[in-house]
């Protein structure tokens, strides 16, 4: 009856192995930071932008 009840061990998908997630944030982050640089760009021109470039 002790057999049976084994500890249950969670299984790993070996055939689909995802990407570090500190790879995934990081580009998560890139795009997030490119969209915002972006957006303070165009505002900036949109004041006159001294410091833009």
Excluded: H, N, Y
């Excluded at 303070?40 to 001294?50: D, F, H």
């Amino acid at each position: 009856m002790e057999a049976e009840q084994s500890p249950k061990k969670p299984q790993k998908p070996e055939t689909r192995i995802p990407p570090p997630r500190g790879q995934v944030k990081a580009k998560i982050f890139r795009d997030l930071w490119s969209k915002v640089k972006a957006a303070a760009e165009s505002v900036v021109t949109g004041l006159g932008g001294c410091c833009g470039s």
